[in-house]
């Protein structure tokens, strides 16, 4: 672990810089949660929800003028603003939007995804606030948190531009493609466009191959793989037992709508899950975004931040629903997503998360297959 990576749990004391901004960020979560008890709403989680965005406020306003210790300030304000993406994110899954229109444009804001999102930020800031960053270190660490995600979002939009590239030459050999030959060439060209962001990063931050973590498993990497699948199953079954316990629903993944249409495409994906969607997905998602973050972050926080871009890049495949189920699922993702960085930071072995990836992507094509075969 960096120095710098260091400072995340041992910095210097923060200014009151950082609590000045997270007391603005939780004001605007406040009215912002506010903004539907004004319109009648009187359902316990959102009115919950302003008072837990209320409690921020106040404790960042304390910590601002020095009335609270640093770590007891942080602690109750992200704890309490994780609370608010908790309850805004279950009151959207709900139905409770309270949509605003944007004056000049004909479009509509849900003001308590306006809640929800200031809300993470918040949290934060609360953390930044525990750990004693200053107003430069979490200048640095937002940069680098911005910059990274871009190269996530670059890895999503690669794989469209690849298509569209080698659809010129290719696809007149092959016309009419199959809806299989298709989803065959589709990871071919998401493979050869992961592997065209990862070599651009590796060459505009002067790194070369020794970066990529890849290396003969050991047996204590075997046993990673192994413990590792089983909990990334077990978290899946905890998450899903919480939701249908709270009633809140989920989007289904675009590839379950495709299982529907066209069951045996499940067993292509089954092989493609192992030899190219858990690997490269792997390759960029964790060795070169989480693996940079450990720069500035602490190996937890880079962990942390890596799984928020990983789940933030699967928006269009859960577009299937509204803006509620859309982000039950992608705090799934985020939470399966929190164990394979986890496994990556403990192995140093892309390989291992890699494998876990791929297995379990093609455990469920195999399940959708069952299912609708």
């Known amino acids: 672990m960096t120095e710098t990576a260091r400072a995340d749990d041992a910095g210097p004391v923060a200014s009151d810089a950082v609590p000045g901004i997270g007391t603005v960020l939780a004001g605007i979560t406040m009215v912002a949660m506010l903004v539907p008890v004004r319109r009648g709403v009187d359902d316990p989680i ?18 601002r003028h020095g009335g609270l210790e640093r770590r007891i300030g942080g602690a109750v304000a992200a704890g309490s603003s994780v609370a608010v993406v908790l309850l805004a994110g279950y009151a959207l899954n709900q139905g409770i939007t309270a949509p605003a229109a944007v004056p000049t444009v004909s479009v509509s804001v849900p ?21 004693g960053i200053d107003s430069a270190g979490l200048k640095r660490r937002s940069l680098q948190a911005l910059m990274l995600s871009a190269v996530g979002l670059a890895g999503l939009l690669a794989t469209p531009i690849v298509v569209v590239v080698l659809a010129i030459p290719v696809v007149p ?3 009419p493609l199959s809806q299989i ?16 962001v990862t070599a651009g990063y590796l060459a505009l931050t002067d790194r070369d191959l020794s970066f990529i ?16 699948l089983l909990v990334l199953f077990g978290t899946l079954f905890v998450i899903s037992t919480l ?9 289904e993944h675009s590839t379950t709508q495709r299982a529907q249409d066209n069951p045996e495409l499940m067993l292509v994906l089954v092989p493609l899950a192992i030899l190219i969607i858990g690997p490269f997905e792997e390759l960029l998602y964790r060795n070169v975004i989480q693996k940079s973050l450990y720069e500035t972050f602490s190996r937890p926080g880079a962990v ?8 933030a890049v699967h928006v269009l495949a859960y577009a299937t629903a509204g803006l509620g189920a859309v982000i039950a699922s992608l705090g799934t993702i985020f939470g399966l997503a929190l164990v394979l960085g986890t496994i990556y930071e ?12 791929g297995v379990y992507n093609a455990l469920l094509f195999a399940n959708l297959y069952f299912t609708y075969g």
């Not at 065959?184 to 592997?195: P, R």
């Not at 939701?243 to 989007?251: D, F, K, L, N, P």
Request: net charge negative; hydrophobic share 60%; charged share 10%.
């Open 243 to 251: 939701m249908q316990s709270t009633g809140v629903e989920s989007a």
């Open 111 to 131: 003001i308590v995804f306006v809640a929800f999102v200031a809300a993470g930020f918040t949290a934060a800031i609360g953390v930044a606030d525990y750990f």
């Open 304 to 311: 942390a931040v890596a799984s928020v871009i990983f789940a």
């Open 346 to 357: 403990r192995t140093d072995n892309l390989l291992v998360p890699a494998l876990i990836h």
């Open 181 to 196: 030959e298709n989803t065959v060439f589709t990871q071919v060209c998401m493979a050869i466009g992961t592997v065209l």
């Open 46 to 63: 959102v009115l919950a929800g302003a008072a837990f965005a209320l409690a921020a406020v106040f404790t960042f306003l304390v910590r």
């Open 173 to 175: 050999l092959l016309e």
């Open 213 to 228: 973590d890849v290396r003969r498993p050991t047996l204590r990497d075997v046993a990673w793989t192994v413990g590792g």
